[in-house]
């Protein structure tokens, strides 16, 4: 371990209020100003499986990104998987998982010059396994910076909440990071927000605006979620959603609803409808995917010609049973990670991180 190692906590007010999307752009900076830095999620709740290995989805994110080489035991070292919580209760471990994490800490932080540890949630996640973000940082004897949702009374509220937690810990919160803060309302925000916690003593280290294309899912994620069966290739699984269009329209109309970058749910006996929306894409060489893709309701398939005539476009298709209305209020109400392959959006979460986040001033207070 370097003698001048620096180390970072991140964590949340809320789940999802961007706490991994602002962690990659910080780590992206970091990577500027350091010549070795390493990655840890102590404590992960949602996972995927990498050879025999439970690993958290950020954890892989980052290895994936970065071309991290350190071990996956290492940067994910607890994995909180079904029944985890129950068996706890019924047999506390404190101090097996603190040694497994103190272990992979130690493995980490060899020959590097920068460890950025990454939460789950706020800051009294995991407290019912003594495994809060609060003790983890305790424990490794890190500095927190929450990252806290754009807005002024509840977020400052949330904060100053979650800060009482990590104070009980005896935990410095070093400062916050204001995210997904609306565009008409930047200045406001950002002026009454930093007012407000600087007065109190927390220094404010960047204020993002809200980006919507960060926002849009690819196809795949839609796809994914919606769980319906898959009736083209995957050929057009990296198009991107900007917007839904549901077709209970007539098919002059939906030529002016359609917009690049469309998903199109509709039944498939809409015929009309369904040749009016592959105009887009059939004729119009100047437009990449006026329809991203089109998700089939009512549980029936469009007829042979109509779908061998579709599948000509490679647009992704998929047939569901539910209807379109409820289809759409899913997918509005889908929540949207950052992929592995979307490069497009993982440098523009760099750029933001960038512009608007003080990371000097960050390494300067570690």
Known sequence: MSQNLKKLFIAATRQNDGKTMTSLGLFNAICKRFSSVAYMKPVGQQYVHVEDKKVDKDAFLFQRVYDLKDDFDYMSPIA??????????????????????????DSLVENKDFLLVEGTGHAGVGSVFD???????????????????????????????????????????????????????????????????????????GCIPFVQMLNNPTIETVFEKIGGKLLSSKVGYSNKVEK?????????????????????????????????ALCGNLLDSDVVFYVSGIIFTGGKEPHDRVLDLIKRTHIPLMLVQEDSFNIATKITNMLVKVGVNESEKIHKIQDLVEEYVDVDGICERL
């Open 244 to 276: 839904c269009v549901v077709g209970d329209m007539v098919p002059h109309d939906a030529l002016t609803s359609l917009e690049p970058n469309s998903l199109f749910i509709v039944p498939a006996n809409r015929e009309g409808l369904i040749m009016a």
């Open 80 to 105: 909180v998987s079904k029944g985890f919580t129950q068996e706890y209760i019924d047999k506390p471990s404190k101090e097996k998982y603190q040694r497994v994490l103190n272990h992979a800490y």
């Open 131 to 205: 495994l809060s973000n609060a003790d983890v940082s305790k424990l490794f004897k890190t500095k927190v910076i929450l990252v806290s949702l754009g807005g002024i009374g509840r977020s400052i509220d949330e904060i100053l909440l979650n800060k009482a937690v990590f104070d009980l810990q005896g935990v410095e919160l070093m400062g916050v990071i204001i995210n997904k803060i609306q565009q008409e309302k930047y200045d406001k925000v950002s002026y009454y927000i930093k007012k407000s916690l600087e007065d109190k003593g927390i220094p404010v280290f």
